[in-house]
């Protein structure tokens, strides 16, 4: 099988592709598609492909509707770069209360002449405040906010978060000092710092505009490291430039940014980290893998999960709407055909849902038979034939 990549995927998660027995960007049809942050159009993802994987958080870049559409599973890996984003957030944090770029660049002006004493007698225009008992407002406890929230809790701020979406698997991670917000006003009103931690998509574009940054304190700090149209950025430089914000930092260039200078702006780096891309890119390189061998789906952003032992010989994955009569219609097929079940699993997920059929006996001719039939079910967009290793 064939892969196809996009951006610089690190070595080690290449490494565990062709150990697998995958080519990478071979001269071939694409069985797979891996990439970063490669603008994805549903004409770039060929019928041939069976499931698109994007080594990292946030999947804006896909075009996950089109693609659920035709029965293609999107899977990203969640955490895998959650450490990366938050130790630059804590610097980002650190530079919002210390002046250190501006510090360097002076001390590296005092060169010739006495440097101690004009180090000395002019190190006072370089002042910074403490982290320490300051408020830390953290939007989003996913996987980045709740790690920022934990250590900010470490360099003694107090911690106020608001995630709405928050449920019992993913509560546990955050502290219990953690302070719940019980709606975002308060979290806005109180926080010295703020940091977004959300994904980009349309309930969220502009989550951070005009009316929420009247919210804030006129000392307060804002941090982006989540995504390019989370944050109006015009409103932000309307708020710098009537000292209603004192800085912003963003990991997401913008043409209105680059002249107001209490704006910081990093070149999407938040995730860049040999540590982060390593760990990213072999959690892809498994869920690709996972679904191509055995159609088991692990962190999929469209369908259902479904990672189960290969107990029988062969497996029929079923990738289809969820609709009624979709298990007695499928089911219905292998009848037909004379085969037993031995397990069938279904799981829905929204609009979609995943049928994977395990059976152990398949007669002449029976594997074509049995898919062009389950084709012919109109609710059924996709389906891959798995048999077990040796
Ligand atoms: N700068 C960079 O290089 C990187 C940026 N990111 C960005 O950060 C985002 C978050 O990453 P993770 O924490 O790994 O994702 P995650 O999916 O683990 O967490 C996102 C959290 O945001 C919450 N949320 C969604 N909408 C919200 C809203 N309107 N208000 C409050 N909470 C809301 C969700 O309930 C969820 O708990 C990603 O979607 C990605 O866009 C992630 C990694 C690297
Ligand atoms: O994981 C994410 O959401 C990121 O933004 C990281 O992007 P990248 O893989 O470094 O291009």
């Excluded at 697998?20 to 994805?40: F, H, T």
């Excluded at 938050?86 to 060169?111: G, S």
Aim: proline content about 4%.
């Amino acid at each position: 099988m064939n892969i196809k990549t996009y951006n610089a995927i690190s070595p080690k998660g290449l490494a565990a592709l062709k150990d697998a027995g995958y080519q990478i960007n071979a001269d071939e049809d694409a069985d797979g598609i891996l990439l970063r942050s490669q603008k994805l159009q549903n004409s770039d993802v060929a019928d041939s492909v069976k499931a698109v994987v994007r080594a990292g958080a946030g999947f804006n870049n896909i075009p996950v509707a089109d693609l659920s559409a035709r029965g293609i599973p999107v899977f990203n890996t969640p955490g895998g770069n959650a450490n990366a984003v938050k130790e630059l957030t804590i610097a980002a944090l650190i530079m919002a209360a210390r002046p250190i770029l501006a510090a360097v660049r002076f001390a590296q002006e005092t060169r010739g002449g006495d440097v101690s004493l004009r180090t000395e007698s002019n190190k006072g225009g370089y002042r910074g405040t403490e982290l320490s008992g300051k408020t830390l407002g953290v939007i989003g406890l996913g996987n980045v906010g709740s790690k920022v929230a934990n250590t900010a809790l470490d360099l003694d701020m107090e911690v106020i978060g608001y995630d709405p979406g928050l449920n019992a698997n993913t509560a546990w991670r955050i502290d219990r000092r953690v302070e719940h917000a019980s709606n975002l006003d308060d979290l806005l009103n109180k926080s010295d710092y703020i940091t977004v931690h959300i994904p980009l998509n349309e309930a969220n574009r502009h989550f951070i505009d005009a009316d929420k940054l009247a919210k804030m304190k006129p000392s307060a700090a804002l941090i982006n490291f989540s995504r390019g149209g989370i944050v109006d950025d015009q409103a932000v430089v309307k708020a710098l430039d009537a000292d209603k914000l004192r800085l912003f930092t963003t990991d997401f260039s913008d043409d209105v940014l680059f002249d107001q200078p209490k704006v910081m702006v990093t070149p999407h780096i938040g995730g860049s980290t040999i540590e982060a891309e390593d760990t990213s890119a072999m959690m892809a390189a498994h869920q690709m893998e996972a679904f191509l061998e055995d159609g088991n789906i692990i962190n999929s952003v469209n369908f259902p999960e479904m990672n189960l032992p290969f107990t029988s010989q062969y497996r029929i994955g079923v990738l289809h709407k969820n609709v009624p009569n979709m298990l007695g219609q499928i089911s219905k097929v292998f009848g037909q055909v004379d085969i037993n079940i031995a397990e069938l699993n279904n799981r829905s997920r929204g609009d979609y849902a995943y049928t994977l059929v395990a059976f152990d006996h398949l007669g002449q001719g029976q594997t074509e038979a049995i898919q062009a039939e389950l084709k012919a079910i109109p609710q059924v967009l996709n389906l891959h034939f798995y048999e077990k290793k040796a």
